[in-house]
């Protein structure tokens, strides 16, 4: 890992909010939640931004497309931070097992915990979109923190509760974890050795009394990127930016993404516990998962507004629906 000095970043102002201006939750407990807004204003501000979002949607296409793997569309990385250093979840034919990991910074090795929250899931799709944009393994993140942290809608501000903390920390998270993935097709089981990020270069940034790792470049590994190009999800930015204050939100929105449109039939029904396993494995009470799942999935239709999803006694009810974005888009 390459290792230069750079100068300390200037200091700016309070960051009591997530990427976008959205409060700290129990999914974000890593960021400051000083001068909380009251939670009737919280929810007024998601709400409004789903409603312009959503109006933006309706009126015609984005300029670009964005894109995720199809199995992190299906079973995502963990949504709260956990003291574990083995992630695993399935769902269907495809299943995911995240191994945190360790990182070289100068002075020694150190431990990194998993990534977990929007933040990696955001990062993800960053990382993804521009390699198959470029068809290059390699990203550049910018020549500023500033304009990286702009691209994926998050607070520049510093301090170590701040927007650029958290990115940083979920940076490091990423590029030290190893990802595996388990799929079944074609009447095959493949596991993919898929560790996203191969290689990480950074710079040691310091701010007078820490050091703290900033990457230049990402290098996605060979296994991750050959199996993206073959299995990207087109996603629409405008709905991930209106959904970037959950974690589950945006599994929801990915999954649906990527589901909706290969229904076969009339309509598929899926029952909560199948949900429940799938989305749910943070929650102990079903009745709890169902209420969040419930809030969750009406926001994303707002974002969605061709998904055709409806409850049903005992679940959901899927059925036949154009994907958000035109394929020719992507």
Known sequence: MAIANVPPKPKVGRAPFLPGGTIATREHPSVSTENRPAPQRHIAFVSQRLVEASTDIRQGPPERAE?????LCHVGFPRQRADARVFERTSGNVSVRLEAGTLYTGDGWRAQPLPYGTVPRLIM????????????????????????????GMSASGGPRGGYAALARQLAALAACRLTLGMQEAGRVVTVDAKPIKRFEAWLHGDGTQRTLWPAALELSE??????????????HRALAALKHSALALDVYTWLAHRLCRVR??????????LREQFGQEYQDARNFKHAF???????LAVYPDARVSTVPGGLELRPSRPPLNPKLS
């Open 265 to 274: 039939g009339h309509s598929v029904r899926l029952s909560w516990q199948n």
């Open 223 to 236: 296994d991750f990127y050959g199996t993206l190009i073959e299995h990207a999800v087109p996603l629409d």
């Open 125 to 152: 799709v960053h990382l993804s979109s521009e390699a198959i944009r470029t068809r290059r393994r390699t990203v550049e993140l910018g020549d500023s923190v500033r304009q990286f942290l702009a691209r994926l």
């Open 294 to 300: 419930r809030a969750a999935l009406r926001q994303v």
């Open 67 to 71: 894109f995720l793997h199809t199995v």
